[in-house]
């Protein structure tokens, strides 16, 4: 949350030198700074939200998500996939996959997990909100202008469904997911947002996000990483 502190203050003082491009570009790298920070900081929660309601499963303080995984993601997310466009901005296939990807987003938490969980708030939500209303602005920008040609849509197309396909479905379910993990999200973390007892509302039965470390395991989880 410091590095979006910084940049936002950054951009308050020199946005008057940059392109319109630039500028969304990296308000759009700082959207998703709050986003994650969102998920895993305040209110946090999210790890017991996609362990206990997207991809429920009987560890799931630790898979198929887990603190290795969700670290590695977001890290390459953010620094990687969201801040090199802003660099380039006039290579227009390579902001329009971010972009794409946090319209995504807002998919996953305004829409998929609030019908999950029969509710108007998700975690992660908010920065995701951020992150669709930059994205149409984007897109609006660079239709109204013309300077997206064909080729940038369908570059910036499958490059956002590659990361899509690397980053989320290989790398953090598949790759990196690990029933045994060390890395287990901690109970605090799997008690936020209540995700515990609106499963159970919902189910009528009981149903635990934490605690659940294998007897062999004597690793000692930590806290989470905040984003």
Known sequence: MVVAVGTTLYLAFAWHDMTILRILLLANFVAVLIHQFEEYGFPGGFPAVVNGVIRPSSTPNRYPLNRNSAMVTNLLGAYAFFLIPVF?????????????????EFVVHGIVANIRLRTLYSPGLGGSVLLLLIGIYYIYYIHITGIASVWDWVIGLV??????????????????????????????????????????????????LHSQVPKSDNFEPADEAKK
């Open 159 to 208: 490059y956002f469904l590659l990361v899509v396909y690397i980053a989320e479905i290989k790398m953090a379910f598949t790759w990196l997911a690990d029933k045994n993990s060390p890395f287990a999200f901690s109970e605090a973390e799997m008690r936020r947002f209540n995700v515990q007892e609106k499963i159970e509302r919902l189910t009528g039965r009981t149903h635990i």
């Open 88 to 104: 380039f901005p006039t290579v227009i296939w390579l902001g329009l996959a971010p972009v794409l990807f946090g319209i995504g």
